[in-house]
């Protein structure tokens, strides 16, 4: 996930970090009847059969969750082909059932960004028009009553945790913007954050602003919801390289060595040049514990069949960055095989006649792109566009492009076998 502004967190895309003076963070803790969340869904039991929560693609028991562009929206153009990352309005939320191998739209409003699953409701972003201005909203669907909306009084989703049990919204104030941390039927509150990292369990990360005016530092917190209580870990490293934006890749909570982990990659420029990548732990709990293990400095672009941010966590809790992929990862290679690794960092080649890379002509310009590849239950969930060239819409070096065509579908990685979901193709 990349540092921007909050109605695009979890999403990626480029960002513009944005710091202020503020006061130190702030926690409350009331009751969930008078905060945010305005339904009552807190007291149900979480989906057993929940994967891949606050993904592009989310599972729940039969049915694969997803958003898909309204045809108006093909018609819009973006920075890269970057569309699922950076699409804010005029799309579809969709569900696909498994069974009956058919997908059907669940809802009228225009939404947007990943699918976020918590106690039987399935949440995710929308807009709204507010004294003549459209502002995002966060929306509620009941899993198990037709998908009957609900309103949520937050300003966007931020983050979930995968099996569903902890939610975390965003409310602008005046005085900064507030994390809203949903747990066990309580809200609590945290005030002056400029970013949310990650929700694991019981525990929330997320970004303050920097101390006074004129630093820079990005303050790295935990919130403990079972504690009630906030820890300063450390500043995050700054790029020696000159990234101007960032990622967090493989946020790892330990919970046997009491540690997080994660790789913080910096990128610059317009064609998203990786400038370095930075592994980092600290102690649950202990202020100031961030260590930083390894810098590196990879061609994020090669598609080798590598993730430059994986690494792996050996048994006295130090971090290890030759191995090859994160678990569940998927690219593909220069011969358009998809590459996943399972939950190991075992590579597996997906044999199949199709080819799913990117395709790009002989002057570097895209084609076509399998633009989100996600793995759920031994399959490859895939939204491939089919581009041209928005020149109309360059600003400098910035290529923009349309789509012509969106497919989404699905490969089994042991027999290659495709399924088609979805297809929408620009009039």
Not at 51 to 59: A, D, I
Not at 217 to 243: Q, S
Not at 262 to 288: D, H, K, P, Q, R
Request: glycine content about 8%.
């Amino acid at each position: 996930m990349k540092g921007r502004f909050f109605v695009t967190a979890l999403m990626t895309g480029v960002s513009i970090i944005l710091m202020s003076c503020a006061a130190p963070f702030h926690i409350t803790d009331v009751e969930e009847a008078n905060v945010e969340l305005t339904i009552e869904s807190m007291d149900e039991e979480s989906h057993e059969g929940l994967e891949n929560n606050g993904h592009f693609f989310v599972k729940v028991d039969d049915k694969i969750y997803f958003h898909v562009p309204s045809e108006e929206n093909l018609d819009n153009a973006s920075w890269l082909g970057l569309f699922a990352k950076n699409d804010y309005g005029n799309n579809v939320l969709m569900s696909y059932d498994l069974s009956k191998k058919e997908a059907s739209k669940i809802c009228e409003e225009d939404t947007f960004g990943n699918v976020f699953v918590m106690d039987g409701k399935l949440y995710t972003n929308c807009f709204e028009k507010v004294d003549g201005d459209m502002k995002v909203k966060a929306i509620s669907f009941d899993l198990s009553k037709d998908y009957e909306e609900g309103s949520i009084r937050s300003d966007n989703i931020c983050a979930v945790d995968k099996t569903g049990t902890t939610l975390v919204t965003s409310v602008y104030s005046d005085g900064g913007t507030n994390l809203s941390i949903h747990s066990n039927g309580k809200q609590r509150t945290v005030e002056n954050v400029s970013e949310c990292v990650a929700c694991d369990g019981d525990k929330v990360f997320y970004i303050t602003d920097p101390d006074y005016i004129g630093k820079d530092e990005k303050r790295f917190c935990e919130f403990d919801i079972a504690e009630n209580k906030t820890t300063f870990l450390g500043y995050l490293p700054e790029d020696e390289n000159g990234g101007d934006y960032y990622e967090f890749h493989q946020f790892t909570v330990d919970r046997e060595q009491n540690k997080v982990y994660f790789s913080l990659n910096y990128y610059m420029g317009t064609t998203n040049e990786l400038t370095g990548v930075y592994f980092i732990s600290a102690a649950l709990g202990e202020e100031e514990s961030l260590t930083c293990e390894k810098t590196r400095t990879l061609n994020l672009n090669s598609h080798n069949g590598t993730d430059p941010t994986a690494f792996s966590v050996g048994s006295d809790g130090k971090m290890n960055s030759d191995v090859k992929g994160r678990p569940f990862y998927v690219t593909y290679d220069r011969l358009g095989h998809i590459i996943w690794y399972d939950e190991n960092c075992e590579k597996h080649i997906v044999e199949s006649k199709t080819d799913h890379g990117q395709v790009t002509n002989v002057s570097g310009e895209l084609e076509e792109d399998p633009e989100v590849m996600e793995y759920i239950d031994g399959k490859i969930y895939i939204v491939r566009n089919i581009l041209e060239r928005a020149k109309e819409e360059d600003s400098g070096w910035r290529k923009f492009y349309k789509r012509k065509q969106v497919r989404i579908y699905s490969v089994d990685v042991n027999t290659g076998e495709e399924t088609d979901i979805f297809e929408l193709t620009r009039a």
